[in-house]
């Protein structure tokens, strides 16, 4: 098994992609916090085929979590992700301490994030999408990827990180790719290793509620979609934290369909909090 080369020094591995660049590489980078599964798995194999050189950088983001005991219980399987890995071809991981990622000469400003991050996950978790673009924007100045590959299943995030790119006039292009689900509609996640196999069965209603909401929502108005969406979700075991039916760019609420609406929902299942979304029109 050959296991991925690994860089934890940012100057040492811009050295090398500066270098690869010259001689006409492109960069594809995938940005995770470890605890890999087949979900970041799917993002690696488009980055690979669509680049030259693809970075996978490792790196649980403390400006991105305002909860310690979620930062602390987030896990990390180092190993098992370098295993997971290997024999792939073209693949660098980029696993840095804090201080490779945040020097202290950081140039980094908080941006305005044009509201995008004061609704759902924002209203939640305060400060969560300054911590994630900071890290992103930080990430970027290192490997300056060509492409750079985000799940849908973090719709909100990916808005966000569009919105940085476009606001700061990065060269970067963003590659979305689908949410990958388990064969019982459970999107993917690395706080999936937190669920027994219980919970895991009952967290299927987030897909089932979206799925149900996807099929009657062409009959109602958005406004009833999400009430009808909430009463389906409530029966089942997690406890719901937000279900919104927003504007696929502007993030707001609709009250009139909107090609690409998309349906959101944040809830717990016993300690774990788990997010999943759809396109619902
Ligand atoms: O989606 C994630 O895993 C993280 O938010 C990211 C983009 C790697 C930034 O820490």
Redesign the pocket.
């Known amino acids: 098994m050959n296991l991925p080369l690994t860089f934890s020094c940012a100057s040492d591995l811009h050295k090398k992609l500066e270098a690869e660049r010259i001689s006409g590489n492109r960069i594809g980078f995938v940005?995770?916090?470890g605890a890999l599964h087949r979900g970041h798995l799917d993002l690696v194999l488009r980055a690979i085929e669509e680049n030259d050189r693809v970075v996978i950088s490792i790196?649980v983001?403390p400006t991105?979590f305002n909860n310690s005991i979620d930062l602390e219980k987030y896990p990390r399987t180092l190993d098992k992700d370098l295993q997971l890995l290997a024999d792939l071809p073209k693949v660098v991981v980029f696993h840095p301490v804090k201080d490779e990622v945040y020097p202290e000469e950081d140039k980094f400003q908080p941006i305005d994030l044009n509201g995008l991050d004061e609704v759902m996950e924002g209203t939640y978790r305060p400060g969560h999408f300054q911590g994630?673009v900071h890290?992103?924007h930080n990430l970027f100045q290192i490997v300056k990827p060509d492409n750079a590959y985000?799940g849908l299943k973090?719709y909100q995030?990916l808005a966000i990180i569009k919105w940085m790119v476009k606001k700061l006039d990065l060269r970067v292009s963003i590659v979305e790719c689908e949410t990958r689900r388990e064969s019982s509609g459970l999107a993917l996640s690395s706080r999936n290793l937190r669920l027994s196999d219980k919970e895991k069965e009952d967290s299927t209603i987030l897909y089932s509620t979206l799925k149900h909401i996807q099929t009657v929502c062409k009959n109602l108005s958005p406004s009833e979609a999400k009430l009808e969406a909430i009463s389906f979700f409530n029966r089942g075991k997690l406890e719901l934290e937000y279900l919104e039916i927003v504007d696929p760019v502007t993030l707001k609420e609709l009250d009139s369909w909107k090609d690409g609406a998309v349906c959101c929902i944040a809830a717990y299942c016993g300690e774990v909090r788990l997010i999943d979304n759809m396109i619902i029109c």
């Open positions: 940005p995770t916090m790196f983001n991105q994630v890290v992103v985000f973090d995030q």
